[in-house]
């Protein structure tokens, strides 16, 4: 199998078949539609402010449920959104000892359209999430300091309340190394400013540059790539890997595997350039949750497999590693020609 970077022109980028992630590297900001749903009294109750809030008491890991729709709206943090008339409700954290000195709050388990960022004892954010979970949250690898005081505050997008699970624990570093025989992807690991002129695909402006595989006679294609999100002036980035298969026999080509961080595996269909390419099978693998079955059946001609993360999230570390596995591709390796060192002297000739 060898590996060679190809540059295509193109002309840009158009929606995908159907309601499938973006493959974009930048950060699009939209606002999502506003829903006023919150139902306030003004009637203080506990847990509705930092000086009288619920207090997280033993060990962790610590869960807790509850609704925010009989609290009142005390405060909110854009993350991006802002203008949240949301209820909140507060939760009080003194950090023990014994832990690993960072914190996970996850939200992911709730039914409504949540935020959930974290006060320190001065009232400043050290952490912020809106939707890391579809439309719910968390904050993960938030640094903290035994003996320190915390306010957790669960919050709502836009106006929106509801029932609310929430799980305080340390953070849980995913540990993950290259699959035995995978081959390295090669990139540079990205850093903040990082422009992707090595795989970045469509997303490579003005001339889009692909990573090329071959088939491996049938095998199994296994890559360990690296990728995560940076900043670059004002806006957020993400770095996503394009690789590119030009089919020639009808294949049923699957994807699988796994990352350090929260990832999308998509086939794309680019038979007709960036300017219709579509999304036609994903799946969401990571933080150390493997992902498999993400199959489509590949006419001839020229598809893509893409891996980046699953959102813009600047806790995903430029260098979070991820395997990424590729079957059911038919087709022969690439005969190489005999030739003699005389020959290839003569070349430069």
């Known amino acids: 199998m060898r590996l060679v970077t190809l540059l295509v022109l193109v002309l840009g980028m158009t929606a995908v078949a159907f309601a499938a992630p973006p493959t974009t590297n930048v950060h699009q900001f939209a606002q999502k539609p506003w829903n006023e749903i919150s139902n306030q009294d ?31 709206n005390d405060y909110d943090y854009a993350c991006p959104y802002s203008g949240s008339t949301s209820a909140d409700v507060v939760y009080k954290w003194v950090a023990t000892a014994g832990g690993t000195g960072a914190i996970t709050v996850d939200l992911c388990a709730s039914v409504y359209d949540t935020k959930v960022y974290i ?3 001065s009232m400043a954010v050290i952490a912020c999430n809106d939707d890391y979970c579809s439309f719910q949250s968390q904050v993960s690898n ?47 690991i990205c850093y903040d400013g ?20 071959e088939p491996a006679g049938g095998a199994d294609i296994t890559i360990c790539g690296t990728t995560g999100v940076f900043p670059m002036d004002t806006t957020t980035y993400r770095d996503t890997d394009w690789f590119q298969m030009d089919v020639t026999t009808t294949s049923y080509i699957c ?16 038979r007709g350039g960036c300017s219709t390419s579509a999304v036609v099978a994903y799946g969401l693998a990571g933080p150390c949750a493997p992902v498999s079955d993400i199959c489509y059946s590949c006419d001839p001609g020229t ?8 959102s813009w999230d600047l806790s995903y570390a430029c260098g979070s ?6 079957s059911g591709w038919c087709g022969d390796v690439t005969p190489t020609e005999s030739t003699t060192w005389g020959t290839i002297k003569n070349l430069f000739n």
């Open 255 to 270: 994807l699988s595997g796994d990352s350090q961080i929260s990832s999308y595996f998509f086939i794309i269909d680019g």
């Open 42 to 72: 003004g009637v203080r109750v506990t847990g509705d402010t930092t000086t009288d809030p619920f207090i997280v008491s033993g060990a962790l890991p610590f869960t807790a449920t509850g609704n925010t729709c009989s609290f009142v």
């Open 142 to 188: 938030v640094p903290v300091t035994v003996g320190a005081t915390y306010y957790i505050v669960v919050d709502g997008y836009g106006g929106s309340c509801g029932s609310y699970n929430m799980l305080l624990d340390w953070f849980h570093p995913c540990e993950l190394t290259c699959a035995p025989g995978a081959m390295l992807e090669g990139e540079p």
């Open 194 to 213: 990082y422009n992707d002129v090595y795989n970045g695909g469509c997303n490579t402006v003005p001339f889009p540059v692909f990573q090329i595989l």
């Open 321 to 326: 590693l991820y395997n990424l596995t590729i």
């Open 119 to 121: 006060y320190n004892s």
């Open 303 to 310: 598809w893509w497999a893409w891996a980046g993360p699953s």
